[in-house]
């Protein structure tokens, strides 16, 4: 099956450092991906819509200068956080969507998320 | 805003029990996707329904599509410990670009 991979899996930083997280499609094309924030026992928020070739598009209250995502290719998003501080601390989340035969009926696949500790 | 509230959001059952979780929301969705979620790792799909009223089993877990594409229903049979994890109903278009909303979230704990 389809398999969304995410790197790294852990990461600790420093306050005030950037922190970029990667998001590929190992074995299908993803025109659009998706990130999400996930709190400890809580469920997923979206933050973005990663859309390859173009800007991202962000939900409301989520800082576009803070998280820049780019996304350069049909198999890799990225998510950067920007001078990240102890609040930004979380489970990042990634997923893309496979297109199914005749364009219905599409899944969406996961990564593994990224637990962020800022210090 | 669509909106999935789920119920309930916790619950803690001994092994054996059957339990149904629901997913409700206001608005229509074309499609809507159950997952499971273990601690640390991203969620993985169990199904997708599409159609109002469709009915999916899948060994011990049957989902079900409400009639109007508004709401859903998770039910477990014979529970074990291996169903421990957070369920969540995501909903949404059918197409690839579109983005899933997803419920609140039940986190189901099953002890021996």
């Known amino acids: 099956g389809a398999v969304v991979s995410q790197h790294p899996s852990r990461v600790i930083c420093k306050s005030g450092t950037s922190v970029k997280i990667e998001c590929r499609s190992l074995?299908?094309?993803?025109?659009?991906m998706f990130w999400y924030r996930q709190f400890p026992k809580q469920s997923l928020m979206l933050m973005a819509t990663?859309?390859?070739?173009?800007?991202?598009?962000?939900e409301q209250g989520v800082e576009k200068d803070k998280f820049l995502i780019n996304h350069a290719s049909l198999t890799l998003s990225t998510l950067t956080v920007t001078s990240a501080h102890p609040e930004d601390s979380s489970f990042y989340i990634c997923?893309?969507?496979?297109?199914?035969?005749?364009?219905?009926?599409?899944?969406?696949?996961f990564g593994q998320g990224t637990r962020l500790t800022v210090v | 805003t669509q909106l999935l509230e789920q119920s309930p959001q916790f619950l803690s059952i001994q092994e054996g029990e059957n339990l149904t979780v629901y997913c409700n929301s206001s608005?229509?969705?074309?499609?809507l996707q159950w997952y499971r979620q273990e601690p640390g790792e991203g969620p993985v799909l169990l199904v997708t329904?599409?159609?109002?009223?469709e009915v999916k089993k899948l060994k011990r877990l049957t989902f079900q599509f409400g009639d109007a594409r508004k709401d859903s229903s998770l039910h477990i049979t014979a529970a074990q410990t291996g169903d421990t994890g957070l369920y969540l109903c995501?909903?949404?278009?059918?197409?690839?670009?579109?983005?899933?909303?997803f419920g609140t979230g039940t986190r189901l704990l099953v002890s021996p």
């Open positions: 997923s893309a969507r496979r297109t199914g035969p005749l364009r219905v009926n599409t899944e969406a696949f």
């Open positions: 074995d299908f094309q993803a025109t659009t």
């Open positions: 990663s859309n390859e070739g173009s800007k991202a598009t962000y």
């Open positions: 608005s229509v969705f074309s499609s």
């Open positions: 329904v599409v159609t109002g009223g």
């Open positions: 995501a909903g949404g278009g059918k197409e690839g670009f579109q983005k899933l909303v």
